[in-house]
């Protein structure tokens, strides 16, 4: 779907401020805005048995404008990310960038009703901030540990057979202009909170 | 020989350096040349554009950034990793749709002096790249070990020929491109209906109540139709299918045993090269049974020693997708 097409769309959306909010915390044009309900995504999704909404309803909360519901749901963060509601939605939705913009949304407004996907996004970003690269080893440590502390008996095996392959290191990796990642990080951060109209207000970067 | 810019991604600095072992032993032979893009960084995944798209695509596009000043003349920029490539090639996409969006980026990127161009470098998977430049016929003359009698799942998983934004795969659900190389080395490829189905992804560390069922789904569909090894091009596939399969058996109370190969892997075996310069031997579910059919011995691990696949009747019952159970005679 071209963006030219959705500009009806769009312009209907105008005053939509929810709505408005998740296309701009996209980043990109996803268009939602021309959600036609018809159900293709959820009974696409290799996940929807675990969402409390389908993907369909959550998108109906947008669109109606139930922030709080929208926010408070588990869906986005049950997504796969696998695309096969995109390829195959009849208005070219690209349905994962909504999830990760309901999802931003939700993280920055502490609504995520979902720590361990919250958390483990974190962990992973807080290592990328650290070195530039993900760290396997540091960040599977920390999130079992925290969230899935039952698991690691059972995961003992598999995690030493990896460590024996150098499949799983101790020390991270780091690139040599890390400085120069967080600058451009830094920066589009102060992007993102530049103007932001209709929206609550900010609470900061989770990080 | 022909030149790319190379992205590795994280995993093929580590749970994936079989993949990396096994992708360098086949480029010469492939007449390709590998420049890794220097002081590349993460990608992000999925993680990043979680917490913030803006942030996200902005760590990507450096990537594209240093990668476009790197170039040298190579325009195409190579990813094994389905969710870096998926990751380079949108972002690319977004920069060529929306000059908004490449403003807005270019302006966080000009923190540290980079830009980006959209649609300045071809942003190409690994597999693409050998099946479309490479050519099938060029893969088939270096075969000499054929991988005759060795009955191979071809799992492509999502992120190759989804979302395609710009169209390339013969198919979102059933391409056969990734079916059409294991012919071409010689193996006897199944029928896989879950080809493009996901293998979990992160779900391993958030629900994985999901994650198991989705690796059931695959790993059941690959011994349904008796595979030695499942083929795949993606490190996040690779890691959930080998190393948490015995978790899922636990789960489900079953015994799978299916091995899972890099293609890369199985292009230098059929290549002629040794095992363990493939990074065979790495794995978690050991393939050595699968590959006794073509004549080659590897050892396997201790607790595992050529146990053929078993089915076992679930003691849980699995929801979602429907799925063949094994015939009473099977078992």
């Given amino acids: 779907m071209t963006a030219e097409a959705l500009r009806p769309a769009i312009g209907a959306a105008a005053n939509h401020t929810f709505l408005n909010a998740v296309l701009r915390a996209s980043d990109t044009e996803p268009g939602l805005e021309a959600c036609i309900q018809c159900g293709t995504c959820g009974g696409s999704c290799p996940s929807a048995v675990s969402m409390d909404h389908t993907p369909r309803a959550l998108f109906a909360l947008v669109l109606a404008g139930m922030r709080d519901e929208a926010l408070r749901s588990n869906t986005p963060w049950m997504c796969l990310s696998c695309y096969f509601c995109t390829v195959r939605c009849p208005k070219g939705i690209r349905i994962p960038d909504v999830m990760y913009g309901i999802k931003s949304i939700a993280v920055r407004e502490r609504l995520s009703p979902e720590r361990t996907g919250a958390d483990f996004s974190s962990a992973f970003v807080d290592n990328i901030h650290r070195f530039g690269r993900s760290y396997e080893m540091g960040l599977v440590a920390r999130h079992y540990l925290r969230h899935h502390p039952l698991r690691l008996p059972g995961l003992t095996g598999m995690g030493l057979s990896m460590v024996a392959h150098g499949r799983m290191g101790f020390r991270p990796q780091r690139i040599k202009r890390v400085d120069g990642l967080r600058a451009i990080l830094d920066r589009a951060a102060q992007l993102e909170e530049a103007p932001n109209e209709g929206t609550q207000p900010e609470t900061g970067h989770v990080a | ?331």
């Fill in chain 2, 1 to 331: 020989m022909s030149e790319y810019l190379y992205y590795p991604g994280c995993s093929l600095e580590g749970s994936a350096r079989a993949y990396a072992e096994s992708l360098a032993a086949i480029v010469a032979p492939l007449g390709i040349e590998l420049h890794e893009i220097d002081d590349w960084n993460c990608c992000g995944a999925t993680e990043y554009l979680t917490l913030s798209p803006l942030r996200g695509h902005a760590l990507i596009a450096r990537n594209l950034a240093l990668a476009r000043e790197q170039r040298n003349g190579a325009s195409t920029l190579v990813a094994p990793c389905s969710a870096c490539y998926v990751n380079l090639a949108k972002t690319d996409r977004y920069f060529r749709e929306s000059p908004e969006f490449g403003q807005q980026i270019n302006s966080a990127l000009a923190a540290d002096g980079l830009a980006y161009e959209g649609g300045a470098l071809r942003v190409r998977h690994l597999l693409e790249v050998i099946i479309g430049e490479v050519g099938l016929d060029a893969v088939a003359a270096h075969v000499t070990r054929p991988l005759r009698g060795l009955r191979v799942a071809p799992y492509l998983g999502c992120l190759v020929s989804r979302p395609d934004l710009d169209g390339r795969w013969s198919a979102h659900e059933q391409p056969h491109e990734l079916d059409r190389l294991l012919a071409a080395l010689g193996a006897d490829v199944v029928d896989f209906p879950l080809r493009t189905s996901c293998c979990g992804g992160h779900m391993t560390q958030i629900n994985p109540e999901t994650a198991w069922e989705l690796i059931r789904r695959l790993v059941e569909s690959a011994d349904h139709a008796h595979a030695d090894v499942m083929a795949t091009v993606c490190p996040m596939c690779q890691m959930n299918i080998d190393a948490y399969q015995g978790e899922m058996d636990r789960h489900y109370r079953a015994r799978y045993r299916v091995p899972i190969l890099f293609f890369t892997q199985l292009m230098g075996l059929a290549f002629g090269a040794a095992p363990e310069s493939l990074g065979i031997g790495t794995e978690v579910v050991s393939p050595a049974v699968a590959l006794a059919r073509i004549g080659l011995e590897v050892s396997p691990p201790a607790a595992e020693q050529s146990e053929p696949p078993t089915h076992e009747r679930r003691q849980k019952r699995p929801q979602g997708l429907p799925m063949p159970a094994p015939l009473e005679s099977e078992r």
